[in-house]
């Protein structure tokens, strides 16, 4: 960009990587070298010029005196916090003889990669590294923590991530937030909300619990735990027995119809209320209203899908739109995520034809048994990017019993001394955003930026493109597309006849830092059907289903932990327990850096079961249930519902009272499809200490 009227001061144009929705464009101010401010680029149609409660601070973070800058090689015992400093030069050569002694005793699949969405920069978040893997042979890893429910759900139904088109939640007359807080993981949708909101649009929030968003909606609708799908069912009980179906969408754009409405049929609002814990005129009332207000559109994000049933919630839920014909306005339909609308090309990317044929998959929510119990070869190496395991991975005491293994060889590469660094023998510096190229796509809106470097590495940080390209040197592998640019891979990425990346090259980013999709302005992708399932139509009934083993047809699946299927452990542990994040934090990123702006790690309880267990506001707690306690302060609020306890996350062990997390309760059980994470199926007790 030209440079200001001081030429030692210039604006670079950035993208902010975190994990959230809204993949804001940022305009970062260098001044001799030093980033000295950052901002939300104000010509970006949904960044809007703000950035989170967050990301604003990101200079504080970037030179954040804590920043790991060298190489170090662990000297005292595991989480000793004993550390030497070496060259890159020593540390690449360690791990290299490390991984040759591995793989020739052990073979490559000993090897395991574990990262997740420290960045969602293309390039960072999974090229080289996949690459390197893949030519060494390593174990694959498959990445679920997170979406890979809801998405494959929402696949089943629709039949690709493509949704309503954020900024036309601006035009809504009804807006249901289902199961999502977006005010804080998702705000920069807000604005939208807020325009639709002084038009006259009624927003509603569908949440056990009263978030943020809760707080701020027209309603809070506080349904039981798990029961989303239930209330879907519901819904379109009282829809079709009301006759208010859009009878031609249907006919023209949907399969299944006669088995949805039986299915539906078994779903009066009696039903639904004894398993929503809801009123039956609120639910017969919210159906009328969705049906007959139009357009309508529903947000959903991936609160409700961790859970055992959260799968089949999400492909539930998305098939509202259909029935009632939401999808016929711009402004109607369901959002879960945008990331099918981007047509990019991810296998030259990230090379899977490189993966040997046989390669066995690990699921990184069960990473607590892969380094205890799985054998045939057992995980001997375990190299952490991008990810904090040791506080965000389910069952943490397995995990932590795996990572302290006396046999097993940890490497961590990191921007900070993470609650994971403590368990690495060699630790590696991370760039940040502001120290690293990178290209980006989006999951709550429908535009493509560039990062540019706004600053040198920090120390001897480097970013993890080069940390593999460096080490696949070091290995001595041959295969070319190792030594591929960060450039080169952009462009590969880029590389499609796609109409919808007309125009998108690499060049033009970095000129234009972002650019939208070539999709209409007035985005309705199924007013017309066009659904990019196997029927080409919006699938009521789903024959894939059938032969993946699924009911066909909408279904509700309760919690595997509750009453109603585990009633002797609901018994024992009658409250359940949600983590959603707490406000200033992003899973664990930030939480080093901004906790002074939260109050401390706590558990709100409600007041109903806080005195029934003679538990006073402030009072020390215990949560526990059989797989493991941490202890926390009770927060006494009307919040959280009786039955229901909530613990905002997710905080650095090394922060809490006992170095333990909320995630030393929850499980490694899957949900029941695409094998997610289930975080927010987990009962508990809680006791005064
Ligand atoms: N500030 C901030 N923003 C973030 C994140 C962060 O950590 N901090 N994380 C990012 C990431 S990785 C993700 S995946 C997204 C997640 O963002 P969201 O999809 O919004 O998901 P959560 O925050 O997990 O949960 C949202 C809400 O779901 C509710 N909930 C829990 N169980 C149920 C249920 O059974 N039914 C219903 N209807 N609601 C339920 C919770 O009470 C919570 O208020 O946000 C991203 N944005
Ligand atoms: N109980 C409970 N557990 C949860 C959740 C929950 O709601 N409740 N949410 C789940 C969800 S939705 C998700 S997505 C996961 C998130 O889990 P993770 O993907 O592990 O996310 P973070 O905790 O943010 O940790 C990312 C780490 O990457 C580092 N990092 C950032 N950028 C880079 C980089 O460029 N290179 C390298 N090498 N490191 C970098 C950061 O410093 C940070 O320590 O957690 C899951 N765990
Ligand atoms: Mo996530």
Redesign the pocket.
Known sequence: MAPATDPSIYMIRATCPH???DTCAMLVTVQDGKAIKVGGDPTHPVTQGFL?A?VSRYIERTYHPDRLLYPMRRVGLRRSGQWERITWDEALGEIADKFKGIIAEYGPQAILPYSY?GTLGLLNYGSMDRRFFHVLGASLLDRTI??TAGSVGYKYTVGASIGTDPEQYANARLILL?????L???PHLWPFIKRARAKGARVIA????R?R?AQQCDEHIA?N????AALALGLLHVIFADGLEDQAYLRDYTVGEAELRARAAEFPPERVAQITGLEPERIISLAREYATTQPAAIRI????Q??AGGGMAVRTVATLPAVVGAWRHPAGGILLSTSGTYPLNFSTLERPDLIRPGTRTINMNALGNALTAVADPPVKALFVYSSNPAAVAPDLERVHQGLMRDDLFVVVHEQFPTDTAEYADILLPATTQLEQADIHKAYGHLYMSWNEPAIAPLGESVSNTELFRRLAARMGLTEPCLRDSDDDMARQLLASDHPALRGITLEALKEHGWLRLNVPEEFAPFAAGNFPTPSGKCELRSERMTADGFDPVPAFTPPAESLQNAPELAAKYPLAL?T????????TTFVNVLNRYEDGPKLEINPVDAVARGIANGDMVRVFNDRGAFQVPASITDRAKPGVV?APS?WWRKLTPDDKGVNHTTSQALSDMGGGATF?DNLVEVAKV
Do not use: E, Q
């Not at 569908?206 to 619990?209: A, K, L, Q, S, V």
């Not at 735990?225 to 989303?228: A, C, R, S």
């Not at 994000?301 to 409700?304: A, E, K, L, R, S």
């Open positions: 994990d959230c929705p989170c967050k969405s997170c979406a289902w199961g999502t807080n977006t804080t993981s998702n569908i949440d056990p619990y978030s968003t349904l735990v798990g029961t989303d994000n991936y609160g409700m961790r859970h949600l959603p994040p707490a406000h200033h934090f992003l899973n909530v997710i927010y």
